[in-house]
């Protein structure tokens, strides 16, 4: 895939090949819902009004974009990674409010 796109940290150089197997491993389909998304071969005409929302986006499960081990990245169509991402804030919020909770316990 040509792209003139560099990744920043925590993101490693080699990113975009990355996320490029991730997608081929899937054939190009959203990981959740099951969406087609662009194949390399469309790659070139993907930033249009209609093709946008075709491009799949590689989401880490687990929130660290250092994290690229295979299990821990999935394709995901624009709608379904947008949701992904509201679930991980829920949960983190969830989780800080038990914590919070706990640590105002007395005995």
């Known amino acids: 895939m040509q792209t003139t796109y560099t990744p920043r940290p925590p993101y490693p150089p080699d990113w975009v090949e990355i ?3 991730a997608r081929r491993l899937t054939q190009h ?3 959740a819902c099951g969406m087609q998304g662009l194949t390399p071969e ?3 005409v993907w930033d ?3 093709n ?3 491009m799949l986006e590689v989401h880490h499960v687990d929130g660290d974009p250092a994290n690229c081990d295979c299990a ?3 394709p995901l169509c624009k ?3 947008l949701d992904a991402h509201r679930r991980m804030r829920e949960k983190r919020k969830r989780e800080a409010e038990r914590a919070a909770g706990q640590t105002q316990l007395t005995i």
């Open 52 to 54: 946008r929302p075709l």
């Open 29 to 31: 389909k959203c990981a």
């Open 72 to 74: 821990n990245l999935s």
């Open 19 to 21: 996320a490029e197997e």
């Open 42 to 44: 469309l790659y070139d």
């Open 48 to 50: 249009t009004p209609e």
């Open 79 to 81: 709608a379904c990674h």
